[in-house]
């Protein structure tokens, strides 16, 4: 009696045995995706240079040795190591749009996407916005994706690290953006003299001390400095809340992730009127403040 002949190791079968084992480690998700099926056809999409889209053929084209042990290799460190996937694949999408990304930044997953998507509306009239501001750029995505949406807009891509703002050039310069967006090294507004913009926008560090000890392993492989704030996690934010109206034309608008920290901003921050925007498609912890709410807040204060 004849053995039954395996089946060939195409996506369709790997798909569902690499999900088993990322089940069984009982892994965090949060870095992009939010379930073991996710990563691990971003893993098998990686390994077998499936594009997006492959067409039914491709999906049943066998893996080849070479590329069943690069996808064995990616999966041991995803479950030993607890790398996130983005860090393993070295992409992601931000916008719709395909993003490098390694070790040195913060892995996107904001939702300021959807804000960005829709040009910021209904809070600004896209066609009048020309200056935008990215305070903490990271891999650029957020700096990028301004420039997609908002076509007449010049962007700087701001960031104190100079690590993260060799992965944004690296990005910029991948979706052909060099004229319009520009990489610059600065803490916070430091190296922004003179200048003004019709939008601040912002993704910055907001985890205080304690919460970073408790944080899943996945979070240590990025730099802590893109996710620690000081003590509470509002350093950054208060020199945001401090001097952004400086550099806010008229009407401009002031837009801060803050995730889980909103409670305590709310609590710090009393007597500023912010408006905490809503996403469809999930998430929160994200303000608008305008340049007047700002500069009214500040004559209250003195």
Not at 10 to 26: D, I, S
Not at 87 to 110: H, K, N
Not at 167 to 175: E, F, L
Request: charged share 25%; glycine share 8%.
């Amino acid at each position: 009696m004849r053995g039954v002949r395996p089946q060939p190791a195409t996506a369709a079968v790997l798909l569902p045995r690499v999900t088993r084992r990322l089940r069984r480690a009982r892994l965090h998700y949060g870095h992009g995706t939010d379930n073991a099926r996710d990563d691990a056809a971003a893993l098998v999409w990686h390994a077998l240079r499936l594009p997006l889209d492959p067409g039914a053929a491709r999906l049943a084209q066998p893996a080849s040795g070479a590329q069943l042990a690069a996808l064995e290799a990616l999966v041991r460190r995803r479950i030993r190591e607890r790398v996130p996937v983005v860090y393993l694949t070295r992409r992601c999408w931000f916008a719709g749009l395909q993003m490098y990304v390694d070790e040195r930044v913060l892995i996107p997953r904001s939702p300021l996407a959807e804000l960005i998507e829709a040009g910021f509306a209904p809070w600004i009239d896209a066609q009048r916005v020309r200056r935008v501001a990215d305070l903490g750029t990271g891999s650029g995505c957020i700096a990028i994706a301004c420039a997609r949406a908002l076509p007449r807009a010049r962007i700087d891509a701001v960031d104190i690290s100079a690590d993260a703002l060799a992965v944004a050039q690296r990005n910029i310069r991948r979706h052909r953006l060099k004229r319009r967006v520009r990489a610059v090294k600065s803490d916070h507004f430091s190296a922004l003299s003179g200048q003004s913009y019709d939008i601040i926008v912002s993704n910055p560090p907001y985890v205080g001390r304690r919460e970073m000890s408790q944080l899943p392993p996945e979070y240590r492989h990025e730099p802590v400095m893109a996710l620690q704030a000081g003590t509470d996690g509002l350093g950054s934010v208060r020199v945001m809340l401090r001097d952004a109206a400086r550099y806010l034309r008229p009407a401009g608008l002031l837009v801060v992730e803050v995730g889980a920290t909103e409670a305590l901003v709310r609590k710090r921050f009393p007597g500023l009127p912010f408006t905490w925007l809503e996403f469809s498609r999930g998430g929160g912890g994200v303000f608008l403040l305008t340049r007047e709410q700002l500069r009214a807040a500040a004559r209250k204060r003195n």
